[in-house]
């Protein structure tokens, strides 16, 4: 939003919470964070299978472009070749660009970015040792960012959650007009693998100290 005006965002709802190519957790609750940031949502669904998603996700870029007349495609992709070059591939066949301005960002930097910025993120699922069940709903701040630092020195795990090992959901950011208050949630945890799964959630309008 630095760098571009935004058309809209597009959400694929996968079938499959395995899904090689989309994040799984909550993403039914992205059509919360587009309200906040007044962004006009495209919502797609998949069943999830290798392959046959990307022709999903084509589709909906497709129907982007028809209903916005978008001329690029922005992810936020930083590691995952996988899904950069699947999505670079789909953006040349429909003639638009793709861009990633994360693409091998560092990664400290990049985090500590995040909370100077003033987003408010939560730890949505785990999949990988030494993450236990205390991660889900986490909110990632200063104290979780120097665990995930000391995870990254003893386990290998990339800072970023780029090699799957967590994922993460944003309550609010510093274009949201409004925050996500998450009202209900459950936790399903087995053997390293988690999800916080937001049952209710809602918006809460934000008020800055010129506003009373």
Not at 15 to 31: D, K, L
Not at 62 to 82: E, H, N, P
């Amino acid at each position: 939003m630095q760098e571009h005006e935004i058309a809209c965002c597009i959400s694929v709802i996968s079938a499959n919470e395995e899904s090689y190519m989309f994040h799984t957790p909550n993403m039914r609750w992205t059509s919360l964070q587009t309200e906040a940031a007044q962004i006009p949502h495209i919502l797609h669904y998949t069943q999830g299978i290798k392959e046959e998603e990307l022709r999903d996700l084509s589709v909906a870029i497709r129907r982007a472009k028809d209903q916005y007349q978008i001329d690029c495609i922005v992810t936020g992709a930083i590691l995952s070749k996988y899904q950069f070059s699947r999505i670079s591939s789909i953006c040349d066949e429909l003639s638009l660009t793709a861009r990633s301005p994360l693409w091998n960002i560092d990664q400290d930097a990049y985090m500590q970015d995040v909370l100077d910025q003033g987003f408010s993120v939560i730890i949505s699922g785990v999949a990988s040792e030494p993450f236990d069940e205390t991660w889900l709903g986490k909110t990632v701040d200063m104290k979780t960012l120097q665990a995930l630092k000391e995870f990254r020195r003893k386990y290998h795990i990339t800072l970023t959650g780029e090699g799957g090992e967590y994922e993460s959901f944003v309550c609010d950011a510093p274009q949201f007009s409004h925050r996500i208050v998450i009202e209900s949630s459950v936790l399903e945890y087995v053997n390293y693998r988690g999800i916080f799964r937001i049952i209710d959630a809602k918006l809460e309008k934000k008020y800055n100290s010129s506003s009373y």
